[in-house]
Nanobody, 115 residues
Framework: VQLQASGGGLVQAGGSLRLSCLAS????????VGWYRQAPGKQREFVAQISSSGDRSNYADTVKGRFTISKDKARNTVYLQMNSLKPDDTAEYFC?????????WGQGTQVTVSS
């Protein structure tokens, strides 16, 4: 499975961005797709995850109520809608896929939130 993340950018605090994660390859082997982020000097942390069926999702406490993960099965794409962004949300965001054969990671997309 190959993943391509996009949609990052520079936004003011309180603003919104939508990230996209396009999957290709052995799509049917995907169990779940997640978003993680890594700020400079910090460890990569979990943000959100959605099941392959799209009926189950979970979020880190730090983003609950502000971020929404969703999927468009026809487009093989998982989205992360980020609202009410804060400077602390500044990080490189990565999507990953939990598959039958292990975990696949895409390249990151940078999100910068200015105060």
């Amino acid at each position: 499975v190959q993943l391509q993340a996009s949609g990052g950018g520079l936004v003011q605090a309180g603003g919104s961005l939508r990230l996209s994660c396009l999957a290709s390859g052995v799509i049917y082997s995907i169990n779940a797709v997640g978003w993680y982020r890594q700020a400079p000097g910090k460890q990569r942390e979990f943000v959100a995850q959605i099941s392959s069926s799209g009926d189950r999702s979970n979020y880190a406490d730090t983003v609950k109520g502000r971020f929404t993960i969703s999927k468009d099965k026809a487009r093989n794409t998982v989205y992360l809608q980020m609202n009410s962004l804060k400077p602390d949300d500044t990080a490189e965001y990565f999507c990953n896929a939990d598959t039958w054969s292990g975990t696949s990671w895409g390249q990151g997309t940078q999100v910068t939130v200015s105060s």
